[in-house]
């Protein structure tokens, strides 16, 4: 076997069944081992759109997302969604190439230096070298999908493509590093300080994140909310993590100041504020030590040094078993209701009005989809005021770049997770100006046959920094702009493209979108002015 083949095989045996990318002279070998392994190549039309594919691919399977890039401006057309993968903790695999270090003392077209240009933006940077593809693959699996999971960049020297040079074992790939209990076990001190601080709560509350929902902590948490009537606020990235319908479910926050108005300062008000799997990166700045140091309980999957907040007690440990090991409070929580007025105060505050806009868009599309469908959602004003109305049963159903917030990543990420699961429904929800940053992305989507929605909230202005320079007292600059035809777009790479006006039409456009072999892109034109004020 060669090297190619050795890493490609290990991928494979990780559970990788999907691959995306571009390729180049450099990276045909690796390109062909992955279909002889059984790892089925997705040709995208730009590099960056292909990141997104594999963490689509990731939330749908489960297995390491795979990026093949060539060399040069091919791996440097990805740093955008590497980044993402990097702050979003997604575990993906960046496959390229490279020329040996004698060439390169010489040869200068298209080299860089991608250790220099990935290093920041990645947990890991290998190289093979003869005799060490099974080991480096080896190690670039268990990197990435150790906590926090995160992107490894792979490269493999074009001199090691000879089979002659391998001649390698087979390996059993290594387990990823997962957050074990540490401190946290019957009779340290750790856990009897925290469940002395639970014991004596009045006002407890969780604020669960993006680590509750790689460590499956529902059970843990729906006992605590259930079993002690104790709230539950999540990130945007942990919605879903308790059923948002449920009675201690107070939804996703993080990015609105209208629903922080009710948020912080029931945080504020808590003597026992329990962070399970929280990381504030997903916040904005008003998130900055929003509780007493001295009554907040931290269960970390990862080490934290962001100086956000402090906390009494902090540990790195499995999450679901951490919560599970706190006991209960002594007397019941929350004597004077304010979880409750907090929740109806976010019902009134994000009503939905009876006039078409955005609130009814998003209400509607929630209503209305199947009910095992995937939502992907862009960055931009809809996306705030989204998470805030929909509402999601399960976790990793609404998929977003939450603490990046990269433009740009609904459509691939939708595609991505539709080339995965084909039979599951899958949603993106993308404004005017992040559509027409990913039009190309349709061709890829036209080629898979397959039913996927694409709805497109219209106002013609990248409506959030607008907002933002109004409260700035700013002109509005540089923000607006002539907006496309989009259904026109849709019609030209082969899918179907419609304008909706009212809910009749969206509920009409949705019925049969889902039964065609086609993709479907449902412009939405509304007020930008329905955002002021709304999140």
Not at 7 to 18: D, E, T
Not at 43 to 54: F, I, S, T, W
Not at 142 to 164: C, K, N, W
Not at 389 to 405: G, K, M, N, V
Request: glycine share 8%.
């Amino acid at each position: 076997m060669n090297a190619a083949q050795i890493i490609a095989n290990g991928l494979a045996g990780a559970g990788c069944r999907h691959a995306f990318g571009m390729p180049g002279g450099e990276v045909l070998a690796l390109l062909d081992a992955l279909r002889v392994a059984g790892i089925e190549f997705t040709l995208v039309k730009h590099e960056n759109a292909g990141g997104y594919m594999a963490e689509g691919s990731w939330h749908a399977t489960g297995a390491p997302g795979i990026l093949l890039a060539t060399i040069g401006p091919g791996v440097s057309n990805a740093v955008n969604t590497v980044a993402n993968a990097y702050q979003e903790q997604v575990p993906l695999i960046v496959l390229t190439g490279c020329i040996s270090h004698t060439m390169a003392a010489q040869f200068t077209h298209q080299v860089i230096d991608h250790v220099a240009l990935f290093s920041s933006i990645t947990k890991a940077t290998l190289r093979v070298d003869q005799g060490t593809a099974a080991v480096m693959v080896d190690k670039a699996l268990s990197i990435a999908l150790s906590d926090p999971p995160g992107p490894v960049l792979l490269e493999l020297p074009d001199e090691y493509l000879d089979a002659a040079h391998w001649q390698e074992p087979d390996r059993t790939p290594a387990a990823p590093k997962l957050a074990e209990a540490g401190n946290w076990a019957d009779g340290s001190k750790t856990l009897q300080q925290a469940r002395d601080m639970f014991a004596k709560a009045e006002k407890p509350i969780v604020l669960a994140g993006i680590g509750a929902v790689h460590h499956a902590a529902t059970p843990a948490i729906l006992e605590l909310a259930e079993k002690h009537q104790v709230p539950v606020i999540t990130t945007y990235k942990a919605k879903g993590i308790l059923p948002e319908d449920h009675p201690m479910a107070l939804g996703g926050h993080g990015l609105s100041p209208l629903s922080d108005k009710t948020i912080l300062p029931l945080l504020a008000k808590s003597d026992c504020v329990i962070l399970a799997g929280y990381d504030p990166i997903e916040m904005r700045s008003d998130w900055i030590n929003p509780w007493q140091p001295e009554n907040a309980i931290e269960i970390m999957h990862a080490a934290n040094e962001h100086g956000m907040h402090r906390a009494a007690v902090r540990f790195v440990g499995d999450v679901g078993k951490a919560l599970a090991a706190l006991c209960a409070p002594n007397d019941p929580v929350w004597p004077d209701g304010e979880p409750a007025v907090a929740k109806a105060e976010l019902a009134r505050a994000f009503a939905i009005p009876d006039e078409w806009g955005p609130h009814q868009l998003f209400a509607t599309l929630n209503a209305a989809l199947p009910q095992d469908a995937i939502t992907t959602v862009d960055t931009g004003a809809h996306r705030i005021l989204l998470n805030q109305i929909w509402r999601c049963d399960h976790p990793e159903t609404l998929l977003q770049s939450a603490a990046f917030c990269s433009m740009g990543v609904a459509v691939p990420l939708a595609i991505g997770y539709k080339r995965a699961a084909p039979d599951t429904p899958v949603l993106a929800v993308v404004g005017d100006a992040g559509f027409d940053m990913v039009a190309g992305d349709l061709a890829t989507l036209r080629e898979m046959q397959v039913p996927m929605v694409i709805v497109v909230p219209v106002d013609n202005s990248l409506a959030l920094i607008e907002k933002k320079q109004t409260a700035m007292q700013l002109n509005a600059h540089g923000v607006r702009f002539a907006g496309s035809d989009i259904p026109v777009i849709a019609q030209a790479y082969g899918g179907i493209g419609e304008v909706i006006q009212s809910k009749d039409d969206l509920l009409s456009a949705l019925a049969d979108a889902w039964s065609r072999n086609t993709f479907t892109v449902l412009a939405c034109p509304i007020d930008k002015s329905a955002y002021d004020g709304s999140f």
